[in-house]
């Protein structure tokens, strides 16, 4: 079993929608959560970062973590097409080293 | 601000050519420096790791290696490149410590196809 696992997708949507992408993790040392959104062709870069249970909101973005049933989320509201791309979940878990789960691609269609 | 740079963008190599792959950061002193590979389709593989000059961690045995001859400088090397080489390769560093918290920043990536 992978330590980060993630529904690779894609998850179509229309423009508007509110997007839950989710990632579930296996690994207790797991303290920190970051979301990154990768383009296509492009390097991922940080989106979201939260340490502790509960949520953290920037702008249309908000990240959950309930780490007691091991699951962290990524909610976007209002999506746009320029939200088309895929999200990657990592954690450091006990080292300096992410563990990324695989992604899930987003499609935004207007 | 830190930067980090990785090029080539793109790279078309014949099979058995040799590789190499230039990444520096700016803006930052003794970052810790990663290679992943994207494979199309698949989740980032770590390749190689470094913590200082000279310190290069293999995650992958495989047909490439890695080298840090300078604190802010990675390079991806291959002597024979493999059709299996071909993917998406990522250069990225983070500094350890509290105030990070272990975040890890990507360089843009270079597009490896090997024919």
């Known amino acids: 079993q992978k330590e980060v696992e993630q529904d690779p997708g894609p998850l179509s949507v229309p423009e508007g929608a509110i997007v839950s992408l989710n990632c579930t993790y296996s690994n207790s040392a797991f303290q920190y959560f970051m979301w990154y959104r990768q383009y296509s062709r492009k390097g991922p870069e940080l989106l979201m970062y939260t340490y502790s249970s509960g949520n953290k909101e920037d702008g249309r973005f908000t990240a959950q973590v309930d780490k007691s049933s091991k699951y962290i989320s990524l909610f976007i509201r209002d999506s746009q097409p320029s939200d088309s791309a895929t999200y990657l979940c990592a954690s450091p878990g006990g080292s300096y080293i992410p563990t990324f789960g695989r992604g899930t691609s987003l499609i935004v269609h207007p | 601000s830190q930067t980090i740079h990785q090029w080539p963008a793109t790279l078309v190599q014949p099979v058995g050519s040799p590789l190499s792959l230039e990444c520096t950061v700016e803006?930052?002193?003794?970052?810790?420096l990663y290679w992943y590979r994207q494979a199309a389709g698949r989740g980032l593989q770590l390749l190689f790791y470094?913590?200082?000059?000279?310190?290069i961690s293999s995650e992958v045995p495989q047909n490439l290696s890695a080298s840090r001859p300078q604190d802010r400088q990675f390079i991806l090397s291959s002597k024979k490149l493999l059709l299996s080489d071909s993917g998406f390769y990522l250069c990225?560093?983070?500094?350890?410590?509290?105030?990070?918290?272990?975040?890890?920043?990507f360089g843009s990536g270079t597009q490896l196809s090997v024919l």
């Open positions: 470094s913590v200082g000059i000279g310190q």
């Open positions: 990225a560093w983070n500094v350890e410590g509290a105030s990070t918290n272990e975040k890890l920043f």
């Open positions: 803006g930052t002193s003794n970052p810790n």
